[in-house]
C-alpha cells in the first residue's frame, strides 16, 4: 500500500521560512498527483497546494506568491518551501495523493507553528 512521511515542521517566527517535505512509498510516484493540505485547529482541512504528474502547480489564494510547491520523482518526494510565513499559517500540515477527483492516501502530518 501507498504510505505517505511529512517531515520539515517546526517552530518559525513570522516572516520566517520552512521546507516540508513528502516521501512517498509503494505506488509509481511520477504518475501520483499530490497535494498539501493544512487544518488548524476549529478549522476545516483546507488544500494549500498541489502539483500534477505533469508538473502543473495550484495555490490557495492566501499563500500563492509565498509557498511553492515541487517534486522530485528521482526521490519520490514532494516539497513545499514555505516564505514570509504568518501566524495564521499555524497548522498542521499533511501530503495526499489524489486518486481520481478525491485524495485518497495520507501521510500523518507535520506541525507547523508561526509566532508573532
Same mark, same amino acid.
Request: glycine share 12%; proline share 2%; aromatic share 14%.
Given at each position: 500500500q501507498?504510505?505517505?512521511?511529512e517531515?520539515? =515542521?517546526g517552530?518559525v &517566527?513570522?516572516?520566517? /521560512?520552512l521546507?516540508? /517535505?513528502?516521501?512517498? *512509498? =509503494? =505506488? +509509481?510516484? @511520477?504518475?501520483?498527483? %499530490? $497535494?498539501?493540505?493544512? #487544518?488548524?485547529?476549529g478549522?476545516?482541512r483546507?488544500?494549500?497546494?498541489a +502539483? @500534477? /504528474?505533469? *508538473?502543473?502547480t495550484?495555490? !490557495?489564494?492566501s499563500?500563492l506568491?509565498r509557498? !511553492?510547491? *515541487?517534486r522530485d520523482?528521482?526521490?519520490? !518526494?514532494?516539497?513545499? #518551501? %514555505?516564505?514570509s ?5 499555524t ?7 489524489? @486518486? $481520481? !477527483?478525491?485524495?485518497d492516501?495520507?501521510? #500523518? =502530518?507535520t &506541525?507547523?507553528t508561526v509566532s @508573532?
Open positions: 501507498v504510505q505517505l512521511v517531515s520539515g =515542521g517552530l &517566527q513570522a516572516g520566517g /521560512s521546507r516540508l /517535505s513528502c516521501v512517498a *512509498s =509503494g =505506488g +509509481i510516484f @511520477s504518475n501520483y498527483h %499530490m $497535494g498539501w493540505f493544512r #487544518q488548524a485547529p478549522k476545516e483546507e488544500l494549500v497546494a +502539483i @500534477s /504528474s505533469r *508538473s502543473r495550484y495555490y !490557495t489564494d499563500v506568491g509557498f !511553492t510547491i *515541487s520523482n528521482a526521490k519520490n !518526494t514532494v516539497y513545499l #518551501q %514555505m516564505n510565513l504568518k501566524p495564521e499559517d497548522a498542521v500540515y499533511y501530503c495526499a495523493i489524489r @486518486s $481520481g !477527483t478525491t485524495y492516501y495520507w501521510g #500523518q =502530518g &506541525q507547523v @508573532s
